[in-house]
C-alpha cells in the first residue's frame, strides 16, 4: 500500500473513531428533559434517544467495539505507512540502520498516536459535550445500524458486562429521577451564566426549603400577637386598632391561650361606617372560626391546610395547647419571595463594614446558615431560629454577652428583652481562635 493510499485509510480511521467519540459522549451527555422537551416539539429521534439511554447497554458496546477496533487498525497501518519514511530519513541524517528502525518505529506511533487522540478523541468530545442532545439525535439511528451489523459481537460482549454487573451488584440502568438537589444545581448555573437573577435563584431554593422549615420560622410569636378580649369596650377596640393596625385579630377568652376565633378589621371598619357598635361577642357574628395547627408541620403543610380550609389565618399551639404563634398565608409568600417583598421591613440580618453580621434573634436558622456561609450545624432539627441555636448549645436561657464558638465563628448576644434574644453578633474568628465552646 502506498503512501497516499495509507493516509487515506488513516483518514478514515480517525474520522470513524471520531464518529464513535462523539456517540459515546452525546448520548452520556444529553439531558433527558431538553429530550423530553424536544419530542414534545415534534422530534421523534429524541424518543429513540431517551429509549437508548434507558437500555444504553448494547449502544456502548458498539461503542466500545468500534473505538478500540479502529484503534488497533490505526497503530497497524499507521506504523506499517510511515515507519520506513522515518527509519529513510534518519539514516540519511546519519544514524545507523538499528537505531533508525527504532527511532522511526516510535515517531510512526508517537505521531499516528497524537492524530486519534486530537482528531478521534478531544476534538469530536468537546464538540458532542457544547450540544449534546443536539448530536445524539443525529448519530442514534447510524449507530443502531451499527448494532445490527455486529449484532452477535454485542450479544456476547453485553451479556459479559450484565453479569459483571450482577456479580458485583450493580444497578444496570441508568437513574434518570430529578432530585431537589438537581434543580438547585441547574439554578445555580444559570444564575452563574446569567440567565436568572441572584433574587430568582433565592425564591426557587426557598421554594424547596418549604418542606424543611417549619411554621415557627415565619410565624409572629405570641409575645407579639394583638388580640382582643370577649370583654373588651368598643374604647378599647378602637385604641387597639388605631396603635396597632392589622387586617386581622385573634379573639380570646381571659387569656391568650384560650383562643375564641378571629375578626377581620375590614368587619369592624364596616360596623364603624354603619354607626353600630363594636362589641365582640359570639352572638354577634363578627367572629369566625379560626385555624389551629401544631407547632412542628412545614410551611409547606401548612400551604396544604390553607388550601383546604380556605383560610389565610392561622394559629400555631404546641404539644400542651398553648398559643405559641399566628402565621398568614402572607407570612408564607414572604419566606418564598424573600427580599423580593417588604422592602420597607427592617432587615432581620445586616452585613457590617467590618465583615461581622448584626442578626435577629427570631431570624430563621437556614437564613443564617446562608448568609455566613456554613452547611450545617450542631443539633439540627432541636431548633428553627438563631435563639434557639445559643438555647441548645448553651443549654440555659442566654444572657446579655454570652457567646457560642463553633465552625470558625463567634456567636455572641448583644442585646435581651426580658427572656427573648434580641440581637446576636456573628463573627468570623481567626483559625487560632475557632476552638469550639458553648460559653
Not at 502506498?2 to 467519540?21: D, E, K, N, R, W
Not at 461503542?63 to 490505526?74: E, R, T, Y
Not at 447510524?142 to 451488584?169: H, T
Request: with cysteine; glycine share 8%; aromatic share 8%.
Amino acid at each position: 500500500m502506498g503512501l497516499t493510499a495509507s493516509l487515506i485509510v488513516i483518514a478514515l480511521l480517525i474520522g470513524a473513531s471520531a464518529f464513535f467519540s462523539i456517540a459515546e459522549i452525546s448520548m452520556a451527555a444529553s439531558r433527558r428533559m431538553r429530550l423530553q422537551q424536544m419530542a414534545d416539539e415534534g422530534e421523534t429521534r429524541a424518543l429513540r434517544v431517551m429509549e437508548v439511554q434507558e437500555q444504553p447497554g448494547n449502544y456502548f458496546t458498539v461503542v466500545q467495539i468500534g473505538l478500540n477496533a479502529v484503534a488497533i487498525l490505526g497503530g497497524i497501518v499507521g506504523e506499517g505507512a510511515l515507519s520506513p519514511y522515518f527509519v529513510q530519513g534518519l539514516q540519511l541524517a546519519g544514524i545507523a540502520e538499528p537505531a533508525a528502525q527504532s527511532i522511526g518505529f516510535v515517531l510512526a506511533f508517537l505521531l499516528v498516536t497524537s492524530l486519534f487522540i486530537l482528531f478521534a478523541d478531544l476534538f469530536p468530545k468537546r464538540l458532542g459535550m457544547i450540544q449534546p442532545e443536539q448530536v445524539a439525535i443525529r448519530v442514534v439511528r447510524p449507530m443502531q445500524w451499527w448494532g445490527l451489523l455486529l449484532r452477535p459481537v454485542v450479544w456476547v460482549f453485553n451479556g459479559l458486562a450484565n453479569v459483571l454487573f450482577k456479580l458485583f451488584g450493580l444497578p444496570s440502568q441508568r437513574d434518570d429521577r430529578i432530585t431537589h438537589d438537581d434543580i438547585l444545581a441547574l439554578v445555580e448555573a444559570g444564575a452563574q451564566a446569567g440567565l436568572l437573577l441572584e433574587q430568582e435563584q433565592q425564591v426557587i431554593a426557598n421554594v424547596f426549603e418549604l418542606d424543611v422549615r417549619t411554621v415557627e420560622s415565619a410565624m409572629t410569636p405570641s409575645d407579639r400577637i394583638v388580640y382582643f378580649l370577649l370583654g373588651d369596650d368598643e374604647e378599647q377596640i378602637r385604641t387597639r386598632i388605631a396603635a396597632e393596625p392589622h387586617s386581622t385579630y385573634l379573639v380570646c377568652d381571659g387569656h391568650i391561650d384560650e383562643v375564641v376565633g378571629y375578626v377581620d378589621a375590614a368587619d369592624l371598619f364596616q360596623r364603624v361606617l354603619q354607626h353600630q357598635p363594636l362589641t365582640l361577642q359570639r352572638t354577634e357574628g363578627l367572629i369566625k372560626k379560626v385555624l389551629i395547627v401544631p407547632d412542628r408541620i412545614t410551611l409547606s403543610e401548612m400551604l396544604a391546610q390553607f388550601r383546604q380550609a380556605h383560610e389565610d389565618f392561622a394559629v400555631i399551639v404546641n404539644e400542651y395547647s398553648l398559643v405559641v404563634g399566628v402565621i398568614t398565608l402572607n407570612d408564607v409568600m414572604s419566606t418564598v419571595m424573600g427580599s423580593l417583598v417588604g422592602p420597607d421591613d427592617e432587615e432581620q440580618i445586616v452585613r457590617r463594614d467590618d465583615g461581622s453580621w448584626l442578626i435577629d434573634g427570631v431570624t430563621p436558622i437556614v437564613d443564617v446558615m446562608r448568609a455566613i456561609g456554613v452547611e450545617s450545624l450542631p443539633h439540627e432539627g432541636q431548633y428553627d431560629t438563631l435563639a434557639g441555636f445559643l438555647m441548645v448549645m448553651l443549654r440555659r436561657i442566654p444572657r446579655r454577652t454570652d457567646s457560642v464558638v463553633w465552625g470558625g465563628f463567634k456567636f455572641e448576644v448583644m442585646d435581651v428583652d426580658s427572656f427573648r434574644i434580641d440581637q446576636v453578633m456573628v463573627t468570623r474568628l481567626p483559625t487560632a481562635e475557632a476552638t469550639p465552646t458553648g460559653a
